[in-house]
């Protein structure tokens, strides 16, 4: 891959592993120097940076945060500042991801899914929108096709990314023209770690997409890639990588 990202900055969040950490590579394959977002998975940060570190020295850094506390976001960003000189991309990538039945829903539910997915990828963009401005950078959201189509049995989270989709799209009226605000949707790529998706579901899941197979995590680290380094005319866009299960729903 050409070097297309030389010396930009991109910060990213929940890169320690699955697709996190695919998009992260692709990143660094292209140049870019990372700021990589992890919470609790940092036996995971720690081996994905020394790989990354080993291809090229001192280019990525790690933060550990829990982004329920948005208090924290301004240094976060103004450490990656200080680091690599700038900002250049934002990639919104830290989700969290767990059923809530209708009728069992709790408040913590809301905060814990709302929060994850929608307010931090908020005042994360808030942070950072100043540094963006001025090295005309983007941001990059992971969202989900089910933004459009909830998903049974998983409300809340899907009411959270239908905001992330909101948001990208706001995020470009309120940052144009110097800044660009996209979005990921994927569909089947890589499946929940708890195990609730059993073998008859993924096969049902599988069945409904036009390729009938899962996907990979590169293939949503190639979206975020054309989105940062290929796109300068795109803005407030949502791509979906989804093997066609959107279209057959």
Avoid at 1 to 17: C, E, R
Avoid at 71 to 86: L, M, T
Avoid at 137 to 157: F, M, Q, S, W
Wanted: aromatic share 6%; glycine share 6%.
């Amino acid at each position: 891959m050409p070097s297309t990202l030389h010396n930009k900055s991109i910060l990213v969040t929940g890169a320690a592993k699955r697709v996190g950490a695919a998009i992260a590579r692709r990143l660094h394959e292209a140049g870019a120097n990372l700021t990589l977002h992890y919470r609790s998975s940092e036996r995971d940060a720690l081996m994905l940076q020394s790989e990354l570190n080993l291809q090229r020295a001192d280019s990525v850094m790690l933060v550990r945060a829990d982004l329920q506390e948005i208090a924290g976001f301004a240094q976060i960003v103004k450490n990656c500042v200080e680091r690599f000189g700038a900002l250049d991309a934002l990639v919104n990538n830290a989700s969290t991801f767990y059923p809530t039945p209708f009728g069992t829903i709790s408040a913590e539910n809301w905060n814990e899914l709302v929060g994850a997915n929608l307010k931090a990828p908020l005042f994360l963009a808030q942070a950072a929108a100043p540094y963006l401005r001025k090295t005309r950078g983007c941001i990059v959201n992971i969202t989900d096709i089910h933004a459009e189509r909830p998903l049974k049995n998983y409300a809340v989270y899907s009411i959270a990314k239908a905001g992330l989709v909101g948001l990208t799209k706001s995020l470009a009226r309120e940052l144009g023209p110097e800044v660009r605000a996209n979005a990921v949707a994927p569909g089947p790529i890589a499946w929940p770690e708890d195990g609730s998706f059993d073998e008859a579901t993924r096969a049902r899941v599988i069945s409904h997409t036009l390729l009938k197979r899962i996907g990979e995590p590169d293939d949503i680290a190639r979206a975020v890639y054309y989105l940062v380094a290929e796109a300068p005319y795109v803005t407030g866009q949502i791509i979906a990588v989804d093997g066609g299960r959107s279209v057959n729903l």
